[in-house]
């Protein structure tokens, strides 16, 4: 399974109105799942799509404001254009008839995205955050933008938008998002919106979006208040129901990551406890024992259980009876890795970046999800922040360093060149678009030309990823503006 989320709070419990409790993952989050189902399939073909932001994207002539791109599967994977043999792509934003809301400087639609079907209708939803748009005098309250999928994929007509159910200024509504399954009456999956403070929970019910519960992350988890940065969904204790990570940094002096685990019932989310994590995170099943398991990545951590850290490093906590938890009472992570870990390529380097993003599937089709790490400020030879991606193994003993890789825009098969701040590994993805059961791996430079962003799709063989065949592509041929986009800041499986 892979799910994609991060943030630490407060409240001892929240719980979904209606009974709603939030159930097991939508197929978004199941990219590595034994049942084979399509992640993010938006036009319910069987395919998994792929949605990619651009939050400093042109829309409708305006810098800033942000788009997204959407790229259907097939069996020949993800295409660029309708006249490629992969198929079909599009592009949304607020100047999208249809959708709701005007494309204004700084907006900065697709900052964050997500799928799933929140109406029930059998066709996933495309989740889209636009952190810094404004409410009346308030900046950057943030609002999430829901374009629903059909038949025919994605539509603009018929989207919604929701702002937080309390504005406030400098909010960033939508800096992250998550949807899961809800139990009880409602229709669809739950929609989970972090700001800065904490989390809005919303359920499709009568036809529209409804704020149902707020998670607050500004209180005291183990003393500790919490700044959201990313949510993340899994079955860690098997039980059929999601359950939710929110990560971020703690407010506290030492500003180190945290994470908080909320156990999901017929009753709603219930807190259980706090463990150490970071501002990136992932879930699946790393050791292929029915429970999902919790990888974190904290890039600029300044220690790790006690070891000096300059690099960055990957966090790995074990799902089982009892959930998620570390392997003794203090929360003790149980597997750490870094590029000071034997086998591990590379050396360890201040601003590396190592853990900036993460992913959670199965490349190999072994049943054994397998980890995506990348390090965007890593140096390649004396090219500053050029970036790189590693891909570590699933196993039984969880992930290993065996038949470990890492790839740079500087290795063979790799296109283009590394160049100063291309932040190569900004985002990473592991999603399988062409349904072999094997799942790609994306992986972003949002710095790439100017910060116009591009991202580059390497295929995955029973040997696992290659670079034979890899390819890399910019907004503009989805037909997008390219400058100054970011593109491929947020991707989402």
Request: glycine residues 18%; contains cysteine.
């Amino acid at each position: 399974m892979a799910r994609t989320r991060s943030a630490a709070v407060a409240a001892a419990s929240f719980l979904l109105m209606a009974g709603a409790g939030l159930m097991h993952a939508p197929s978004v989050f199941a990219a590595g799942s034994a049942s084979g189902a399509a992640a993010s399939d938006f036009d319910g073909d069987g395919y998994s799509d792929v949605l990619i932001g651009a939050p400093s994207g042109i829309a409708g002539g305006v810098k800033g404001a942000g788009y997204v791109t959407v790229q259907y599967g097939s069996a020949h994977g993800i295409g660029t254009a309708a006249t490629t043999p992969e198929g079909r792509t599009a592009v949304f934003s607020q100047a999208t008839t249809g959708v709701p809301g005007n494309a204004e400087p700084g907006d900065a639609f697709g900052a964050s995205v997500v799928t799933g079907d929140v109406n029930g209708d059998g066709y996933d939803d495309a989740v889209i955050g636009a952190p810094g748009e404004d409410t009346g005098a308030l900046r950057n309250v943030g609002r999430v933008t829901v374009l629903y999928g059909s038949a025919r994929g994605l539509r603009a007509v018929g989207s919604v938008s929701v702002a937080p159910a309390a504005p406030y200024a400098d909010a960033r509504f939508g800096l992250a998002v998550a949807t899961a399954r809800p139990a009880g009456s409602a229709p669809g999956e739950a929609l989970v919106a972090a700001d800065r403070r904490g989390a809005d929970v919303l359920a499709y019910e009568a036809g529209t979006l409804r704020s149902k519960s707020r998670l607050d992350t500004t209180g005291a988890v183990q003393g500790d208040a919490i700044e959201p940065k990313s949510l993340t969904t899994g079955d860690y204790d098997g039980d059929g129901d999601d359950d939710l990570v929110v990560s971020g940094r703690s407010q506290e002096e030492d500003g180190g990551g945290r994470s908080a685990v909320y156990s999901s019932g017929t009753g709603g989310l219930t807190y259980v406890r706090d463990l150490g994590g970071g501002p990136a995170t992932a879930s699946g099943d790393i050791d292929n024992d029915g429970y999902d398991d919790l990888v974190y990545g904290s890039p600029d951590s300044p220690y790790d259980q006690g070891e000096p850290l300059t690099g960055g490093v990957v966090g790995v906590y074990f799902g089982g009876e009892d959930g998620v938890k570390g392997v003794d009472e203090l929360g003790t992570v149980a597997q750490a890795w870094a590029q000071y870990s034997p086998g591990v390529p590379g050396n360890a380097e201040l601003g590396d970046g190592f853990g900036s993003a993460v992913s959670v599937a199965d490349v190999d089709g072994d049943g054994y999800d397998d980890l995506a790490v990348g390090a965007p400020g890593e140096d390649v030879g004396s090219v500053k922040d050029a970036g790189a991606v590693w891909i570590l193994r699933g196993s039984a003993s969880g992930v290993t360093a065996g038949r470990a890789m890492s790839l740079t825009q500087n290795s063979s098969g790799v296109p283009g060149t590394a160049e100063r701040a291309d932040r190569w590994g900004g985002q990473v993805r592991l999603v399988d678009t062409n349904h072999d059961g094997r799942c790609e791996l994306l992986a972003s430079a949002p710095g790439e030309n100017g910060s116009e962003g591009a991202v580059w799709v390497f295929r995955a063989l029973a040997s696992g990823i290659v670079t034979t065949g890899a390819r890399s592509y910019g907004a503009a041929v989805l037909g997008a503006s390219p400058t100054g986009a970011r593109f491929g800041a947020a991707i989402s499986e």
